[in-house]
């Protein structure tokens, strides 16, 4: 018969537990920060994302959608996104409680083919043009090409369709309900590079294959712009619900006032002065 181990033994065996089976500690999730809106915004918010990360690798994950102006202050006021991206001023129908933080501001050109390299438009040319007015080209000094206007703008729930209103049309004129609408700014600089009787307005950094048309006898230059003596000037803005905390915070508060991130903003667009 054997007999039974002393108790200090069996105590000892209990306790010689393998350490494989102990739980590791699972790493800390990384915060997330979600964006959505102005399709103009994108370009400069996805290189200050990059800028960030660069900066503070790891700090969080992003996720960058588009949809025009007035889908990220729904989304955000919502709360389905941390940012919307925002290119029109505040309105008065815009949900309560929201922060706009002004971050940057762009140029709006009106653009051409560049077979119809226009010299110059005034204020009251481009609300002809635009309104329906004038039609055709014939009509328009300094066109180099004849027929009907090709106008293209973009969708009303658009921040670039919104600035460009009330800085080139004013409040009492209407772009034409001819003009052909588009959802993204890319898609209205496909539409007049390719053809040579297009007119529509885009941001500055998406003016490559098209002609920017001097406007009031001033080129349509980023240079000009932060000179400011180019009159088609609207501002950026990244909204939030309430003020930004937490990792919304954190980089937001970089955006507006690392020098890294207004060298970023300065390469195409228009950086903000202190205290603007």
Same mark, same amino acid.
């Given at each position: ?53 660069? *900066? ?11 949809? +025009? ?77 004849? +027929? ?14 919104? *600035? ?28 007049? *590079? ?6 529509? $307005?885009?941001?500055?950094e998406a003016t490559a294959g098209t002609h920017a ?16 003596? $180019? ?17 919304? +915070? ?27």
């Amino acid at each position: 018969m054997r007999r039974p181990l002393p108790a200090v033994l069996l105590a000892t065996a209990a306790c010689a537990v393998p350490a494989a089976v102990v739980p590791a500690t699972a790493p800390a999730a990384k915060p997330k920060i979600t964006m959505s809106g102005s399709t103009s915004i994108k370009p400069l918010a996805k290189k200050l994302i990059q800028g960030y990360l660069k *900066a503070f690798p790891g700090a969080a994950q992003f996720s960058l959608l588009q949809g +025009g102006s007035d889908i990220g202050v729904t989304d955000v006021a919502k709360g389905r996104v941390s940012i919307g991206n925002v290119s029109r001023d505040p309105v008065r129908s815009d949900p309560g409680g929201l922060v706009f933080n002004k971050i940057a501001r762009d140029g709006l050109c009106i653009v051409t083919n560049r077979k119809n390299p226009l010299p110059n438009l005034s204020q009251a040319d481009v609300q002809a043009i635009f309104s329906g007015k004038v039609k055709r080209w014939e009509d328009v000094p300094g066109s180099t090409v004849t +027929g009907i206007i090709s106008l293209y703008a973009r969708t009303p729930s658009s921040g670039t369709q919104d *600035a460009f209103q009330n800085i080139f049309m004013g409040q009492n004129l209407r772009v034409s309900a001819g003009a052909q609408q588009k959802k993204e700014t890319g898609l209205v600089q496909q539409a007049v *590079a390719s053809d040579e009787r297009g007119i529509g $307005y885009l941001t500055f950094e998406a003016t490559a294959g098209t002609h920017a048309v001097p406007y009031k006898g001033v080129a349509c230059t980023l240079r000009n712009a932060k000179a400011e003596t $180019y009159p088609g000037v609207r501002n950026f803005w990244m909204v939030t619900r309430g003020k930004a905390t937490g990792a919304t +915070g954190k980089f937001l508060r970089w955006v507006k006032g690392n020098a890294a991130a207004q060298r970023i903003i300065a390469s195409e667009w228009v950086p903000l002065k202190a205290g603007a």
